[in-house]
């Protein structure tokens, strides 16, 4: 048994089965040509104003009963603000000290022994658009028929210790939302996406090692691999925290969004956005 | 407005001829009132109002030329909010007023000038210079409806639209010597209003009387699920009939009237007061002493919330963007350093400190729970009155070019103004006076929430008696 042990949270995104956008009346179906899915609301234009779809709170409070949580009566949305091409009104509209669910469960079963998984929260939240780049020029577009789509966001406590747990989880997690209509949990189309808060510290130790986020980990796969190898790594640990992973980029993909400039905004050169409203 | 209205009636005056006199008056002004005038589209909709009156229809905003300010989307027609960076903006949608006035017959002339994005009290911030006050061509006009003030007072249009974050309407109104109000937080919707500070801004009625002013409120307030700030709430016409003042109270807070308020606009104000009381209102004194932090919790929550709310103009999706081959962080530095004006620039700055984290709590949340103070201290007075009046403004307009290295100064002028959008009550203000140099002084009139109709009715049996009002420049 190694004498390293893995400390990990998992938030899983998952889009919910709304016919519309969050805030707009637009479509949420996938796959439609750019920006089809579009209106002044979900472009973020002057002068809009969002309207909160009833049947995404629906299917908010439907996963938030199935996983024992308390539905809180006074939900709040929240801005987080940061500049980005695909997010049109320059902030996203999430929940952050008052979500829809606090304090749930969900019991797995590894190797025959059942666990309990702590859940922290479930907010609602908007997607971003998809920026698409001309690998031939300078130039990258930006799809905005996601911009909107209504995403809850399931946050578990720090109960998870192997990789086979977390697997198990995202697992059970997809089939209760599939179970309950809330979602496809689609993952090529990106319906059911997963971040991890990944530490590492000694087995026994009470503290909390320094945390990793890994984001958009889009198959159970990738799950299974990160997981695996964090508690191998580095061989003589000192006694503070664990240094970050130098692999974590590798592992993470090429489509997560990160709310500050670099790495990505020296690749994106010359926006040229293709939305037309 | 209503004067117009009946003639038409009478027939000895068409809107199509009405419209093209006031065209031809916007054409030869030089006020800068206007940034665009849609001549072709006020003249097609003169016609068709027109023959609307010719069938009998009775809604008295048929044929009625109007002035929309420059941050209230119209289709087809740009919308700018007076900077350079929203200076190609075509929206492809009517915002929710719009689609209301249009309905009912309005004829939209065009859009008016503000400070940019609603920044500012002079109407000089603009991208496309000042406007100038009818009553003085050297003075400003207030702001940041200053452009719908100017073109009401100069008869450019038979009313207009501002919107009021914290005395936007009321400010102007009160320079140029017309009636505006600042109608209680989500009775109109904002949809269409381009955003500056979401909690505050409401869009507001102008005209050249109170009566003018209630028929265009009428028009435009009214529940839309497209604002969810809007209220669902039934609303019947407000009366034309004046208010019985007998028995009205009218509290009158001595904070109100503090050293530093200028003799000419304290005569003209204490002097309206006693004629309410002539007409048989009864004056209570009253205190609101949590109002002197007004000036500062606004300074802190609309310049915060603006911060946010300036974000979208990135320069990705529309308005003017800078720089096409650099990378992205040029582009936004670029398109923001250029396209936005130093008054805005210094409220994103503001705003962006008073939320970044680690000072979230010291400033935006205690200028929340100042607001929640200045609330709690009118709904006191509102156990003790009907209603609440004082001056609009402290001063009289100023010159031109005053004041603009000043912005602290020019922060100080909005102190009557502010208290009413931190507690989202009506306001308006009525002619009351003139100053020394013959510039109007505005008497501001407050109601507890939903008490538009109140405060309106106040000041229509105040112009009945006096005749302030029907000065023109
Ligand atoms: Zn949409």
Not at chain 1, 132 to 138: E, K, L, Q, V
Not at chain 2, 4 to 19: F, G, N
Not at chain 2, 110 to 138: I, Q, R, Y
Not at chain 2, 360 to 383: H, N, P
Request: hydrophobic share 40%.
């Amino acid at each position: 048994m190694s004498v390293f042990e893995a400390v990990i949270g998992l938030e899983v995104h998952a889009q919910l089965l709304t016919v519309s956008k969050i805030f707009c009346g637009c479509s949420t179906s996938f796959g439609l040509a750019p920006n089809t899915n579009t209106c002044p609301i979900c472009l973020g234009l002057p002068g809009v104003l969002p309207v909160l779809n009833r049947k995404a709170v629906d299917f908010g409070i439907r996963l938030g009963l199935a996983l024992g949580c308390v539905i809180q009566e006074r939900n709040v949305f929240a801005r987080k603000n940061y500049f980005y091409p695909d997010l049109p009104k320059g902030y996203q509209i999430t929940q952050y000290d008052n979500p829809l669910c606090a304090g749930g469960h969900l019991d797995i079963e590894v190797k025959g022994v059942m666990k309990r998984i702590g859940i922290r929260r479930i907010h609602m939240e908007e997607d971003a658009g998809k920026n698409i780049h001309d690998d031939s020029r300078p130039r990258s577009y930006i799809d905005f028929n996601r911009a909107g789509v209504p995403l809850l966001e399931i946050v578990t406590e720090p109960d998870i210790t192997t990789s086979e747990e977390a697997v198990t989880y995202l697992k059970e997690l997809r089939l209760v939302l599939m179970y309950l209509g809330v979602s496809d949990g689609n993952m090529e189309e990106g319906s059911f996406r997963c971040d991890a808060n990944v530490s590492v510290r000694t087995r026994g130790s009470g503290s909390m090692g320094t945390r990793t986020e890994l984001k958009n980990m889009n198959s159970f796969r990738n799950v299974q691999r990160i997981s695996l190898r964090r508690p191998s790594c580095g061989t003589p640990l000192p006694a503070g925290p664990v240094p970050c992973d130098p692999r974590r980029k590798a592992t993470t993909t090429a489509t997560s969004r990160i709310p500050t400039w670099s790495p990505w905004s020296s690749m994106l050169r010359g926006w040229t956005a293709s939305a037309r409203p | 407005m209503l004067d117009t209205a009946r003639r038409y009636r009478k027939e000895d005056l068409s809107p199509p001829a009405h419209v093209e006199s006031v065209l031809a008056r916007i054409r030869a002004s030089e006020l800068n009132a206007f940034v665009a005038v849609d001549e072709q589209g006020a003249l097609r909709d003169a016609a068709a109002a027109a023959s609307r009156i010719e069938r009998g229809q009775e809604d008295l905003l048929l044929g009625i030329p109007i002035a929309v300010k420059d941050n209230i989307c119209t289709k087809g027609l740009h919308t700018t909010c007076a900077s350079n960076l929203l200076k190609n903006f075509v929206p492809p949608y009517d915002a929710h007023v719009v689609e209301l006035l249009r309905n009912c017959g309005a004829v939209v002339l065009g859009k008016t000038n503000l400070d940019e994005f609603a920044m500012g009290s002079t109407t000089a911030t603009s991208s496309f210079g000042p406007t100038k006050n009818p009553w003085d061509m050297t003075k400003t006009p207030g702001g940041s409806s200053g452009g719908s003030a100017a073109a009401v007072a100069a008869g450019l249009c038979d009313g207009a639209l501002g919107s009021d974050t914290g005395g936007s309407v009321r400010q102007p109104a009160s320079f140029c010597g017309i009636t505006g109000l600042k109608p209680t937080y989500g009775t109109v919707s904002r949809y269409g209003l381009v955003a500056f500070a979401s909690s505050l801004d409401q869009i507001g009625p102008m005209g050249r009387n109170a009566r003018d002013v209630a028929v265009l409120f009428d028009a435009i307030r009214g529940h839309d699920p497209r604002d969810s700030t809007s209220i669902p709430r039934q609303y019947s016409p407000t009366s034309l009939d004046g208010l019985d003042l007998h028995g009205l109270r009218i509290g009158v807070p001595e904070i109100f009237f503090p050293q530093g308020l200028s003799r000419e606009v304290e005569r003209a104000v204490r002097f309206a007061i006693t004629v309410f009381a002539d007409l048989g209102a009864i004056i209570v004194p009253i205190e609101l002493p949590h109002l002197r932090y007004g000036v500062a919790a606004y300074y802190i929550i609309a310049p915060a919330e603006a911060s946010s709310n300036l974000a979208r103009y990135d320069g990705v999706r529309f308005g003017v963007r800078d720089s096409d081959e650099e990378d992205l962080f040029e582009m936004y530095c670029k398109t923001r350093s250029k396209g936005f004006g130093d008054e805005v620039k210094r409220r994103i700055m503001l705003g962006t400190y008073a939320l970044s984290a680690g000072y979230y709590e010291a400033y935006y949340r205690k200028a929340s729970q100042v607001r929640t103070l200045i609330a709690g201290d009118f709904r006191r007075a509102f156990d003790r009155c009907d209603m609440i009046a004082g001056p609009t403004v402290p001063v009289t307009a100023f010159g031109l070019g005053d004041m603009v290295d000043d912005p602290l100064s020019i922060y100080l002028l909005d102190i009557y103004t502010i208290p009413a959008n931190l507690a989202g009550i009506p306001a308006l203000s009525v002619p009351c006076g003139f100053g020394d140099n013959g510039m109007p002084v505005g008497l501001q009139l407050l109601g507890p929430p939903f008490g538009d109709e109140t405060i309106l009715g106040a000041a229509m049996t105040f112009q009945d008696r006096t005749r302030f009002h029907e000065v023109r420049p």
